[in-house]
């Protein structure tokens, strides 16, 4: 089993910024892509970021040149540092990562973490 812990969330003013942190644990084999989703109230679980395990990134466009994610393989985790915070970005921000497991005959799955609440209020 994989288990998936984000941290980092928090309440912050229009154009400030928050680091979010990813942590993937269990039995694991590989981890291929890893990503940050988010979900605001009444809408529809959003693609943020993604990252693959050689590094290559993939933004939604409402947060290019404001967030950048990065993964570090040696301890499985992914971030995702957050700048210039709009209210827009006000949303619960889950972690996702597509892992191998051991015995998995490098077959990936998806795991979700719980999510982390993310608030951009004056």
Do not use: H
């Not at 928050?18 to 009444?42: E, N, T, V």
């Amino acid at each position: 089993q994989v288990q998936l812990v984000e941290s980092g969330g928090g309440l912050v003013q229009p154009g400030g910024s928050l680091r979010l942190s990813c942590a993937a644990s269990g039995s694991i084999f590989k981890i291929y892509a890893m990503g940050w989703y988010r979900q605001a109230p009444g809408k529809q679980r959003e693609l943020v970021a993604a990252i693959t395990s050689g590094g290559s990134t993939n933004y939604a466009d409402s947060v290019k040149g404001r967030f950048t994610i990065s993964r570090d393989n040696a301890k499985n985790k992914v971030y995702l540092q957050m700048s210039s915070l709009e209210f827009e970005d006000t949303a619960v921000y889950y972690c996702n990562a597509a892992v191998a497991a051991y015995g998995s005959n490098w077959r990936s799955t998806d795991y979700w973490g719980q999510g982390t609440q993310v608030t951009v209020s004056s």
